[in-house]
């Protein structure tokens, strides 16, 4: 063979250049994470600086030898420890690791685990149609022929019908698709033709089967040689075969014709609109030539229009006579000269025209629905007549009627005013819907396509892979997250550079490799299920954070304040700090992230791009509600033992600072410094309990009271918070409990009642929340607006 392009100079090498030019971009999970991360670590940046400034300016000069610099550097550390919740990063990359598991179980395969959380704030899918919205299981269901119609539930008896017998031939031999061969398990060849298994493009397979219908294909194949093959692409909509013939009366038998000399033939099939026009002539029934004039074309192309209402994908097929010299010299062009040459053409035999129907995907219909009741809208992006997209749109409610705006119309509007979007409240009957063709969208400027993207209902037809790559750019410039999803090399682009693209299993290698997500069942249902769980966690997330603020930012915070300006012996150390943060407070944590939904998320419009995972509201519930109790509550227990135990009034331990030290209150220093190691284990002990008996109950929802969403109920199980709470106490209680860990963290056996007090405190806690949760709804005072 001769090899006419290479690269970037192919269709293939085009594409693939497209989906490279597509950045990488940060997930919305990632920006927030990065947000938070900035927010906390400039907190505590200034207040560490702050404390040195205090050190430096005030207790270095009055109580020279209360905090020595070894001591301070220490201090700040540990403020840094206690601003920082550490394990957030752990809790977070194990939370998506189980939502990735609890999605392959309904065989949704997450590439990246930080694109789960973006479908909580997709509100826009722009889907290709053939083997997304559709089966993808072509078969021909109509065919023109000799300016008659059939339906193919009869059989066409080709002796009697010469342009039929050519139609198959032609379909035969300009086809790329093939029966899989048989194998010692499976007998493919002696299946029912329908139900064969076959490789090659959906469309040629149904042309495929329906020519087996009628001939042996292979046999015909093998009396012609390929010379010329130009593979159907989305911006030229044909494909082409020249080919030779090996046997003369094999071939005046498949074309009835009466050559005596050998000519080779050139085929063409596509899209009626960028056929037609290069034909001059039709076969008739008998099989004789006439022109094709212009009746005769509009009566093609209103059984196009007839057929595409019907969502049939038409295709139209000719062909082209060469002599031997004729075809040498075609031979010798590259594919871009061969391609104007065909496009050039206009003395074509028009052979016939067949009409594909490939069925919508079983319950879609209801998913596009679902999808619309939870503020999502699915755009149509395909390849296919204008005509045959609007009419599949309709079939499966993306169109919700068939009065579209066109381009002109779009031209006439002016303003966004026009086009209210909300889908949760307005009428399906007042949706604006509109049909796009790719060379409309060359002729719309930056304010055309401010209005495209706010109509309700939107279907792109006859686009290329550039015009959708366009299309995801324009949604994306307007402030909307995209969601794309799709099957083919075509789509690849547009995958790379949504937010979220989402690929068929069944698909091609390179959308896989271009998206984020996989349906492995190429279930478009799955989306939705994707969808749900995407805002499940970033629900959890955000009660995974409000879970460990309280006790892992300022529940540590508050001791390290405490201790430097009101000169307290540290409430609690650093070791215990981490430990709070990397062990206990792990396990409850990552069972918040299998919290079932407070309430039907698919009912709720996407999150917005303003919605933060970290705002303010979130803030004053885990510093200023619940932090300031834990915080408190854990002061009381440590100010209370050293009072029972030490008969240390609070006058004795405020402002204390250098005083701390053998001989205070007649105690060595070795007593005191074990009454200091016995109080942080009770501060800790607190925090723990209060944590996993307390703030774990009060925030497993949000608006909603624990006692209408228990965990041991079905519709709320959540025994993981259970089983948490078990794997807690046992960290506690060896923390606590071992010689070994009392060497390690300085840690003490405590008195039996410091046990229990905790245990109230939380029942405190839950007690509050509720209090606030009842505030809420009942629309009291300024809670709501405060409400995470």
């Not at 299981?137 to 119609?149: H, L, P, S, T, Y």
């Not at 139609?167 to 029966?179: D, G, V, Y």
């Not at 932090?627 to 004795?652: C, M, N, Q, T």
């Amino acid at each position: 063979g001769i090899v006419v392009a290479t690269g970037g100079q192919t269709m293939m090498g085009k594409i693939a250049g497209l989906t490279n030019t597509a950045e990488e971009k940060q997930t919305s999970l990632q920006k927030e994470i990065s947000r938070f991360v900035v927010l906390i670590a400039s907190l505590a940046v200034s207040t560490v600086i702050l404390l040195v400034i205090v050190w430096n300016f005030w207790i270095r000069v009055h109580f020279p030898t209360y905090i020595d610099v070894a001591s301070m550097m220490v201090n700040c550390i540990a403020v840094m420890v206690g601003f920082i919740p550490t394990g957030l990063p752990v809790a977070v990359t194990l939370s998506l690791l189980t939502m990735a598991r609890k999605m392959a179980k309904h065989r949704v395969l997450v590439k990246n685990l930080t694109t789960i959380e973006t479908l909580s704030c997709v509100n826009v899918i722009a889907s290709d149609k053939t083997g997304t919205l559709t089966q993808n299981r072509m078969f021909v269901a109509d065919v023109f022929v000799g300016n008659e119609k059939f339906e193919m539930g009869n059989k066409v008896d080709t002796q009697e019908n010469s342009a039929f017998k050519q139609l198959i031939a032609l379909a035969s031999l300009c086809n790329n698709s093939a029966f899989v061969e048989n194998t010692p398990d499976f007998d493919n060849m002696s299946q029912p033709i329908d139900q064969r298994k076959a490789n090659g493009d959906a469309t040629d397979i149904a042309l495929l089967k329906l020519t087996t219908h009628y001939s042996q294909i292979e046999n015909l194949r093998s009396f012609y040689t390929n010379l010329i093959d130009i593979p159907f692409n989305s911006k030229n909509k044909w494909m082409m075969k020249t080919i030779s013939p090996n046997n003369l009366s094999i071939h005046n038998k498949a074309f009835d014709e009466h050559e005596e000399n050998f000519e080779n033939l050139m085929l063409v099939k596509g899209a009626p609109d960028k056929i037609l026009t290069k034909c001059c002539q039709i076969v008739q029934k008998d099989g004789t030539l006439t022109d094709l004039d212009d009746m005769t074309k509009l009566n093609i192309i209103s059984i196009q229009n007839e057929w595409c209402i019907k969502g049939q994908r038409v295709l139209l097929l000719c062909k082209k006579k060469l002599s031997l010299e004729e075809s040498s010299q075609i031979c010798l062009k590259s594919p871009s000269e061969i391609e104007k040459y065909v496009e050039e053409s206009r003395d074509f035999c028009l052979v016939g025209m067949v009409g594909i129907i490939d069925p919508p995907r079983e319950g879609i219909a209801d998913v596009i629905s679902k999808c619309r009741g939870a503020g999502i809208r699915v755009l149509m992006v395909t390849g296919d007549y204008a005509l045959t997209a609007a009419a599949i749109a309709q079939d499966i409610g993306i169109f919700t009627n068939f009065d579209f705006d066109t381009v002109l119309k779009l031209k006439d509007k002016k303003s966004y005013d026009q086009f209210p979007h909300n889908f949760l409240t307005k009428p399906k009957n007042k949706y604006t819907s509109l049909l796009l063709n790719g060379s409309d969208m060359e002729l719309l400027n930056d304010d055309d396509w401010r209005l495209v993207t706010v109509y309700d209902e939107v279907v792109f037809a006859r686009t290329t892979p550039e015009q959708k790559l366009r299309i995801v750019k324009e949604f994306q410039k307007d402030g909307f997250v995209v969601g794309v999803t799709g099957d083919g090399v075509n789509d690849a682009p547009a995958l790379k550079s949504a937010d979220i693209g989402i690929a068929m299993g069944g698909g091609s290698e390179v959308a896989m490799e271009a998206s984020q997500m996989v349906l492995l069942d190429n279930s478009f249902q799955a989306i939705l299920i994707a969808i749900e769980n995407g805002r499940l966690v970033f629900d959890n997330l955000r009660k995974v954070i409000l879970y460990l603020l309280p006790a892992g930012s300022i529940g540590e915070l508050c001791p390290i304040l405490v201790n430097i300006f009101f000169g307290v012996p540290l409430p609690l150390s650093a070791f215990l700090m981490i430990c709070i943060c990397i062990l206990t407070d792990m396990f409850p944590a990552m069972a918040l992230m299998m919290e079932k939904p407070e309430r039907n998320l698919l009912l709720q419009p996407p999150r917005s791009k303003k919605d933060h995972l970290v705002d303010w509201r979130l803030i004053i519930q885990a510093y200023l509600f619940i932090g300031v109790i834990e915080a408190f509550f854990s002061h009381l227990v440590y100010f209370l033992y050293l009072d029972w135990y030490g008969k240390f009034s609070p006058r004795d331990i405020l402002f204390v600072f250098d005083n701390w030290k053998s001989g205070y209150k007649q105690y060595t220093e070795m007593e005191l410094r074990e009454f200091v190691y016995t109080g942080q284990t009770i501060f800790f002990v607190s925090l723990v309990i209060m944590q996993a008996f307390g703030n774990v109950f009060a925030i497993r929802t949000n608006y909603k009271s624990l006692f209408q969403a228990l965990p041991f109920v079905k519709k709320s199980r959540n025994y993981w918070i259970f089983i948490s709470q078990v794997i807690t106490i046992a960290l506690m209680s060896m923390i606590v409990f071992t010689p070994f860990c009392h060497s390690l963290f300085n840690t003490r056996q405590i008195p039996f009642q410091f046990f229990f007090l905790p245990l109230l405190f939380a029942i405190f806690i839950i007690f509050a929340d509720e209090l606030r949760k009842l505030a809420v709804r009942r629309n009291f005072l300024c809670f709501p607006k405060i409400a995470w």
